[in-house]
């Protein structure tokens, strides 16, 4: 089978879907499919509009012959991937792991609503945001579209109007387990993009109060390389994403991989899919965040979540998503 991905972006740049894009990429060609890879480039320095329809171009050529297209996003990737599917029919397939919109209207405002509540307020959007959700509406009307949970299906479903024929559901990959090291103190680890939504002043607020009552717990923030981000989990005593909504945060998934118990949103795909290994807060609440922080302080429920961690079993490789974006395809 032939494969085109079109990656707006792709390692050595940073983010979740140029690791994902990469990976996918090696496990389809491990599985003996035929895949062309469709980056920007130099086409970058070019305005919004313009570099969109040059990659639209580019894709138009090199996606030649190919029995579908993947696009990682649903604008810089997805909209010229959904104009080569209008002029050839050639099949499109869109994942979404986040949503644009969402966190657009969340830097532009700081008004921190879940993305749960994000389509009921339209009113407050400004031209950007609203050209934007109109572009994304018209790409998915010519895609089939690939969540990586139920949870973003269903928001996304509702506020776009999706057909529930052209929706599928491939959950995010979940590695090889990391052997933990014991932690040496009760530090509790916060890596994560300095923006608005990660709800880092609330959250400091919140740890404060727990800490009058637990002073030798201690937290680590800023940001840091994936590889030294294991190495950081694996010594921790706790991992921390408060955050007012996450759609599949693999640093969830990678807590659970290192052995380390956690607390996150409750605003999230992985708050029920996870619920039994971590702690479940309020990320408006600064009490339940903060309630959130003693809980796992407490060393009873820290040694009965380690416990269920350590007998996490599941694994989800990139070889079995690849396979099962194929059957998507077929």
Not at 67 to 84: E, M, N, R
Not at 158 to 187: F, L, M, T
Not at 261 to 284: C, H, M, N, Q
Not at 310 to 317: D, L, R, V
Request: glycine letters at 6%; a positive charge; hydrophobic letters at 45%.
């Amino acid at each position: 089978m032939k494969i085109t991905l079109a990656a707006s972006i792709y390692p050595p740049e940073i983010g979740g879907p140029a690791q994902y894009a990469k990976s996918l990429k090696e496990a389809l060609e491990r599985a003996g499919h035929s895949v062309a890879l469709v980056r920007y480039g130099g086409l970058k320095q070019f305005p919004s509009g313009i570099r969109h329809a040059l990659y639209a171009i580019k894709l138009l050529f090199k996606s030649r012959g190919a029995d579908a297209i993947i696009a990682f996003d649903t604008y810089s990737g997805g909209l010229p991937a959904a104009i080569v599917r209008l002029l050839t029919a050639r099949p499109l397939i869109i994942r979404i792991g986040g949503d644009f919109v969402w966190e657009l209207y969340i830097e532009r405002t700081k008004d921190l609503v879940p993305l749960t509540e994000m389509y009921r307020h339209k009113e407050k959007w400004n031209w950007k945001e609203k050209i934007v959700f109109g572009v994304t509406r018209w790409v998915l009307k010519r895609a089939l579209v690939v969540f990586s949970s139920r949870w973003l299906l269903n928001i996304w479903q509702s506020a776009y109007g999706i057909d529930a024929n052209r929706v599928r559901v491939i959950e995010n990959a979940i590695g090889a387990r990391v052997e933990p090291v014991a932690p040496q103190k009760k530090n509790f680890i916060f890596f994560a993009r300095q923006i608005a939504l990660k709800n880092a002043a609330a959250f400091r607020r919140a740890f404060a109060k727990a800490k009058t009552a637990h002073p030798e717990i201690t937290l680590e923030e800023g940001m840091i390389p994936h590889e030294e981000l294991e190495k950081r989990m694996r010594e921790c005593y706790a991992v921390a994403l408060p955050s007012i909504s996450e759609v599949t945060p693999n640093y969830i998934i990678d807590a659970i991989r290192c052995g380390k118990p956690f607390l996150l949103t409750k605003y999230s795909g992985y708050a029920e899919r996870f619920k039994e290994y971590g702690v479940i807060v309020d990320p408006r609440s600064e009490d339940d965040m903060a309630r959130g922080v003693s809980e796992l302080a407490t060393p009873e429920t820290y040694e009965r979540l380690r416990s269920r961690i350590a007998a996490f079993k599941e694994s989800h490789t990139y070889d079995d998503i690849a396979r099962e974006f194929v059957a998507v395809i077929t």
